[in-house]
């Protein structure tokens, strides 16, 4: 798969810019939507941080709104990630039925055009904590290996879903639910540790575990947990193998099913 990729870069490129220029032509906002749902969501995990503050009587916690918006932005990343990738093989089913091309161009096209809108909006944020004045620690070095495995993941999924698409068109509706809900089973506006003994459930979710890895890193100025670390990119690698294997044996049957 890989070798296809290097071979047709230039395609995946073109596919990629194509996807960033449709997103944003003739936008009133322009580049700012790539930051807006993220600072929607951000809004939403301080009014959730306001209201325990408010019901526990104890003052509002800034290290909780610094989560927020930290664990915010992947995780932003990957539901619309998934949402582009499920649908990038029917909505260019010309593409499919006419010409040759490694047909995993088009949902990892998806997926780096979100990345480039999640590169946008981790720039505004780095800023803005720069201006705060949050601290940098050396376990800033993991944050990388943690976005790695977030990519991976989305990949994995984004490949999976958008194969399976294919053949059920109604997967996409069961997907949009899934990520509609999602992020009350992800830590994304509390931490994993609040749940006590009921922790596991919720770091399980590997993109549960990167979140509270970054989370760590960067936030807390802590070192993550070295087994859930291992747990997040483990179980990346195997989630993106198996996106990647599921989507060869069925790609031979997509032209005549789409």
């Known amino acids: ?4 990729l ?3 870069k230039d395609l995946l490129f073109m596919l990629v810019l194509r996807d960033i220029r449709i997103r944003y032509k003739q936008a009133v906002m322009g580049f700012m939507w790539a930051i807006f749902m993220p600072v929607m969501a951000i809004g939403a995990g301080v009014l959730v941080q306001k209201a325990i503050s408010t019901l526990s009587g104890r003052p509002v916690d800034t290290s909780g709104i610094l989560s ?5 932005l992947p995780w932003t990343f990957f539901i619309s990630s998934i949402r582009f990738a499920v ?5 260019n089913m010309s593409l499919i039925t006419k010409i040759y091309f490694p047909r995993e161009v088009l949902p990892l096209s998806s997926i780096l055009a979100c990345l480039f809108d999640f590169a946008i909006a981790v720039a ?3 800023i803005l904590l720069a201006v705060v ?6 376990y800033l070095l993991l944050v990388p290996l943690y976005l790695l495995s977030l990519v991976l993941v989305t990949a994995g999924f984004g490949l999976l879903l958008a194969a399976a698409n294919l053949f059920f068109r109604d997967v996409k509706y069961v997907v949009e639910i899934i990520l509609m809900f999602g992020i009350f089973f992800t ?3 509390y931490k994993a540790s609040t749940f006590g003994k009921y922790k596991m459930l919720l770091m399980i979710n590997p993109v549960g575990s990167i979140l509270e890895g970054i989370n ?3 936030v807390m100025h802590a070192m993550p947990d070295p087994v859930w670390m291992s747990y997040a990119v483990i179980s990346s690698i195997l989630i993106f193998w198996a996106g990647v294997r599921v989507f060869h044996k069925t790609e031979p049957l997509f032209a005549e099913n789409i």
């Open 87 to 91: 649908q990038s093989l029917v909505g």
């Open 216 to 218: 760590d890193a960067v």
């Open 187 to 189: 830590p994304v506006f």
């Open 1 to 4: 798969m890989f070798g296809e």
């Open 133 to 138: 004045g949050l601290p940098v620690s050396l």
């Open 6 to 8: 290097i071979k047709y």
């Open 124 to 126: 505004c944020l780095a």
């Open 68 to 72: 927020i918006s930290v664990k915010v």
